[in-house]
């Protein structure tokens, strides 16, 4: 009996021994293929440095795309950074590995005075960094492969990214993602303080210095106190994806906020206890935009475009705006305000869009001449 019941205990044991075994080699198994999976992306995947001319010397620049044949066509995004930043920081090179694992290529770059790219950052101006962005879009426009262009920008780089938008148009832009953009630096500009450092905003002065030894350029005080963000972004009306952390004490999410109020075609995505850079969320908003772009730039064809143009103008007939005409073409509704009939301002303030007579109306803080922006009021 004794005898008996060493042997079961023997073979219970040794059946044990071997289950163990298995599992043990299976999670071998699954922990080597995984590997392989990833390395095999980045087998089939492309990067290469590029050298663009840009407002003020060269750009230096990293296209990240798929491997595809020479027939097949692939969107690109251009991906801007921030203020004092680069193209390399953990939330840009993010963005440019979940776009690739999506089928979707990318170029991020240094603007002038950043980086690896020519320039001073002295000279570095958001205008210049605007006509950057610019050069960089005729690069990639010229590029064989390209489907569809679409632009991410960062903090100042979602300024840049929202007014070239609106200079070119959704015609020529299929979509857009602003995170975090930086549209307080008009208002910083106008109280005379940037980051931190004071300075008189009338008498602008040559090198102010900012905490990281840096000096901030009087052309960019200038510049920026009289700059048209939001006047210039409301040109462009197509798909556009906002992201905005709560937590955001250097750019306040309302700024963002507004930019989903002019972009008719926009979602605006307010996310819990983020910070500007969204610290340790970086592959979760990186994710959000790909997501996004691969909705847009791969499933939106002619056709579809054209279906959304009717289902808008459909919508629009079941859910009329209540407007008050105010002469000249003008028209306005409790949050905006229109000239024949396309969106010009949301009238913060309240209903304080007024129409003055011979073309010219104003918001309260601007002022519009046949629904185009002109001066400030």
Not at 243 to 268: A, C, L, M, W
Not at 327 to 356: E, L, M, P, T, V
């Amino acid at each position: 009996m004794q005898k008996y019941k060493k042997d079961s205990i023997q073979k219970e044991k040794k059946r044990i021994f071997a289950y163990t075994y298995k599992i043990r080699l299976m999670k071998k198994y699954f922990l080597l293929s995984t590997f392989l999976f990833f390395c095999t992306l980045h087998v089939f995947a492309i990067s290469e440095v590029v050298k663009i001319q840009g407002d003020h010397g060269l750009l230096d620049a990293i296209i990240q795309k798929p491997m595809t044949t020479n027939e097949q066509k692939i969107p690109m995004v251009i991906i801007c950074h921030g203020f004092m930043g680069n193209k390399n920081e953990f939330l840009l090179r993010n963005v440019a590995d979940s776009l690739e694992a999506r089928g979707i290529g990318s170029i991020r770059f240094d603007f002038n005075g950043h980086g690896n790219s020519e320039g001073e950052f002295e000279d570095m101006t958001v205008p210049n960094e605007i006509k950057d962005a610019l050069q960089v879009y005729y690069y990639v426009k010229a590029l064989p492969f390209i489907k569809n262009i679409g632009i991410v920008g960062h903090s100042q780089g979602g300024v840049v990214t929202a007014m070239l938008s609106g200079q070119l148009t959704h015609e020529k832009i299929s979509a857009i993602a602003l995170l975090a953009p930086a549209a307080v630096l008009r208002d910083d500009c106008i109280r005379g303080n940037t980051m931190g450092a004071m300075y008189d905003p009338f008498n602008a002065p040559n090198g102010v210095k900012l905490f990281n030894g840096k000096k901030l350029g009087a052309n960019y005080i200038r510049t920026a106190f009289n700059l048209p963000i939001y006047e210039t972004a409301i040109n462009y009306q197509g798909p556009a994806c906002i992201i905005h952390g709560n937590k955001d004490k250097i750019v306040p999410y309302t700024y963002g906020q507004r930019f989903s109020y002019i972009i008719k075609n926009s979602e605006f995505h307010l996310m819990d206890l983020m910070d500007h850079g969204f610290s340790k969320h970086e592959q979760e908003v990186a994710h959000l935009v790909a997501n996004y772009m691969q909705k847009i730039l791969l499933s939106t064809t002619k056709s579809q475009k054209s279906i959304n143009k009717k289902k808008r103008k459909i919508e629009s007939k079941l859910n009329p705006i209540e407007t008050e005409d105010l002469g000249g073409g003008y028209a306005r509704d409790k949050n905006h305000a229109y000239y024949n009939g396309k969106i010009i301002s949301d009238a913060w303030g309240g209903n304080q869009f007024i129409y003055k007579g011979d073309g010219y109306a104003t918001d309260g803080i601007h002022t519009y001449f046949k629904g185009r922006p002109v001066d400030r009021d």
